[in-house]
T-cell receptor, first 116, second 114 residues
Framework: DTEVTQTPKHLVMGMTNKKSLKCEQH?????MYWYKQKAKKPPELMFV???????INESVPSRFSPECPNSSLLNLHLHALQPEDSALYLC???????????????FGPGTRLTVT | GNSVTQMEGPVTLSEEAFLTINCTYT??????LFWYVQYPGEGLQLLLK?????DKGSNKGFEATYRKETTSFHLEKGSVQVSDSAVYFC?????????????FGKGTKLSVKP
């Protein structure tokens, strides 16, 4: 099983809402990632979790709050977002992070987020 | 710093044409190189990878060879199909780099016409 699943597939939320994105993998990977992808752009790294601990936060605003409750799950909690936060949010996982550059990342299908 | 440069798109080809998408990189160490493909409305899928100089990655008829002397990792396919229409991203990851961070190129959109 090389699948990373993400829910929901689409999300529309107002600027005052609180919502969460979910990501799950069952490959035994110990590194998980959140990326943000705007239209016609490459993905931009937001967060990296390694062994369930946050290891990288790429200066992401606090209205995005990641959580890794266990080695298979990764959440992204959203609060007080702005319309410019509308994007495709991608989750990825890899066997490890940082120890070997050959570990490829497996991506989920993404959540298409629209902030109104 | 590390970077990846891809040829600008979009690239439009007829079915069965030969495809080349150029990719060059800048890295201080010895990166691994990847090609990812993104079909419309979907996430990224790993297409192929190479982890050291002169390695050739291949998958689904696509190939790319890690050329250290020219710092390149060009993607090629001998005969494209309509189903290959997608955006292709070249990427690198470097040992000891930022926790396995992938550095992506800007992406090249490929459209294949029947």
């Amino acid at each position: 099983d090389t699948e990373v699943t993400q829910t929901p597939k689409h999300l529309v939320m107002g600027m005052t809402n609180k919502k969460s994105l979910k990501c799950e993998q069952h490959m035994g990977h110990r590194a998980m990632y959140w990326y943000k992808q705007k239209a016609k752009k490459p993905p931009e790294l937001m967060f990296v979790y390694s062994y369930e601990k946050l290891s990288i936060n790429e200066s992401v605003p606090s209205r995005f709050s990641p959580e890794c409750p266990n080695s298979s799950l990764l959440n992204l909690h959203l609060h007080a977002l702005q319309p410019e936060d509308s994007a495709l949010y991608l989750c990825a996982s890899s066997r490890e992070a940082g120890t070997d550059s050959s570990y490829e990342q497996y991506f989920g299908p993404g959540t298409r987020l629209t902030v109104t | 710093g590390n970077s990846v440069t891809q040829m600008e798109g979009p690239v439009t080809l007829s079915e069965e044409a030969f495809l080349t998408i150029n990719c060059t990189y800048t890295a201080t160490g010895y990166p691994s190189l990847f090609w990812y493909v993104q079909y419309p409305g979907e996430g990224l899928q790993l297409l192929l990878k190479a982890t050291k100089a002169d390695d050739k990655g291949s998958n689904k008829g696509f190939e790319a060879t890690y050329r250290k002397e020219t710092t390149s990792f060009h993607l090629e396919k001998g005969s494209v199909q309509v189903s290959d229409s997608a955006v292709y991203f070249c990427a690198l990851s470097e040992d000891g780099g930022s926790q396995g961070n992938l550095i992506f190129g800007k992406g090249t959109k490929l459209s294949v016409k029947p």
